[in-house]
Nanobody
Framework: QAELMESGGGSVQAGGSLRLSCARS????????LGWFRQRPGKEREGVAT???????VYANSVKGRFTISKDDAENTLDLEIKDVKAEDTAMYYC?????????????????WGQGTQVTVSS
């Protein structure tokens, strides 16, 4: 059983919206820093957004104002709302988690990952 599992990816037209979700098989969402990352073909994985134990968030400059990360500790879910999608948003999106502590967009801090969900933006 996967510890993290993304869903909600697919094809979306430029300017449209999409909502990604990440479910976890274990309890304790409130004890972890959670994040969304993405990887474009031929590029390194990059941070998109993180949300800390207290709900504080960090966003990459490229997605500010368009992406919203949220979590529900009771439901053990993590979401990423994507609005006004652009061509450059096409990527494999991953959710990730790390123990409480430093919580920012550095993917190397995260040791627990989902398998990813593909988002493809079309004209």
């Amino acid at each position: 059983q996967a510890e993290l599992m993304e869903s909600g990816g697919g094809s979306v037209q430029a300017g449209g919206s999409l909502r990604l979700s990440c479910a976890r098989s274990f309890v304790g969402y409130n004890l972890y820093c959670l994040g969304w990352f993405r990887q474009r073909p031929g590029k390194e994985r990059e941070g998109v957004a993180t949300i800390d134990l207290d709900g504080s968030t960090v966003y990459a400059n490229s997605v500010k104002g368009r992406f919203t990360i949220s979590k529900d500790d009771a439901e053990n879910t993590l979401d990423l709302e994507i609005k006004d999608v652009k061509a450059e948003d096409t990527a494999m999106y991953y959710c990730a988690a790390k123990p409480a502590g430093l919580c920012h967009l550095d993917s190397e801090l995260f040791g627990m990952w989902g398998q990813g969900t593909q988002v493809t933006v079309s004209s």
